[in-house]
């Protein structure tokens, strides 16, 4: 959502600068004065281009699966993987369908547990 957010911003911020005539203030008889500015827009409209390409070569993060990965910041783990002396275990319940797939609104999810426990067994 972030992200697509910021696009749009930039397009929309892209599409001003590039709209954008620039006129000479009162008082300047030559054009010349007025490239400073012109150059600075065309900088900064390329920047924003670049951003922008930046952005759309990014992969969209698809929907979080809990059922099949545990998840810590934006970081997705899998089954048996350790991190900060905790373990991603399956703990629970896991109820399937008539057709063998998951249940997923029957099933728990996985979830973290500390190493030690893991290490027992008991969970």
């Not at 500015?37 to 699966?65: F, K, M, S, T, Y």
């Not at 089954?79 to 249940?103: F, H, T, Y």
């Amino acid at each position: 959502m972030k992200r697509s957010i910021l696009l749009f911003a930039l397009l929309i911020a892209s599409g001003v600068v590039s709209a954008q005539t620039v006129y000479a203030p009162k008082g300047q008889a030559n054009q010349a004065e007025a490239a400073p500015d012109l150059i600075q827009l065309v900088q900064i409209h390329n920047d924003l281009l670049e951003i922008r390409q930046q952005l759309a070569a990014q992969p969209v993060a698809g929907p979080q699966d809990a059922h099949t990965y545990c998840y810590f910041g934006d970081k997705t783990y899998s089954i048996g993987s350790k991190r900060d002396d905790q373990v991603c275990v399956k703990v629970g319940s896991e109820a399937l369908k008539p057709d063998g797939s998951l249940d997923r609104d029957k099933s728990d999810p996985l979830r973290w547990i500390s190493a030690q426990q893991a290490a027992r067994g008991n969970y």
